[in-house]
């Protein structure tokens, strides 16, 4: 399994971004797929997750203003981040976990910086 995550950048803070990330490769019908994100000198950490069943997790510093979404059929996911502030500054890595056999696959990460 492969993902190509893209749509990062430099955004001003109350500004908005959209991360998009593509699974290629063998794929188990239930799965879970996700955004976790580094800042510097901190530990990856989660954002959201969305299952394959349609289930989703967000962390609390970002419900309301990151909804995910998936499309399936394309093995696709989005993270459309709004109202963004500088704590969001970080690299955004994408995941997916195959839940037949719990391995976990990640994406290069993307920078998205917040200027203030």
């Known amino acids: 399994v492969q993902l190509q995550a893209s749509g990062g950048g430099l955004v001003q803070a109350g500004g908005s971004l959209r991360l998009s990330c593509a699974a290629s490769?063998?794929?188990?019908?239930?799965?879970?797929m996700g955004w976790y994100r580094q800042a510097p000198g901190k530990q990856r950490e989660l954002v959201a997750t969305l299952t394959s069943g349609g289930r989703s997790n967000y962390a609390v510093s970002v419900k309301g203003r990151f909804p995910i979404s998936r499309d399936k059929a394309k093995n696709t996911m989005d993270l459309q981040m709004n109202s963004l502030n500088t704590e969001d500054t970080a690299v955004y890595y994408c995941?997916?976990?195959?839940?037949?056999?719990?391995?976990?696959?990640w994406g290069q990460g993307t920078l998205v910086t917040v200027s203030s």
């Open positions: 490769g063998t794929i188990f019908s239930l799965n879970k």
């Open positions: 995941n997916l976990r195959d839940l037949g056999n719990n391995r976990n696959y």
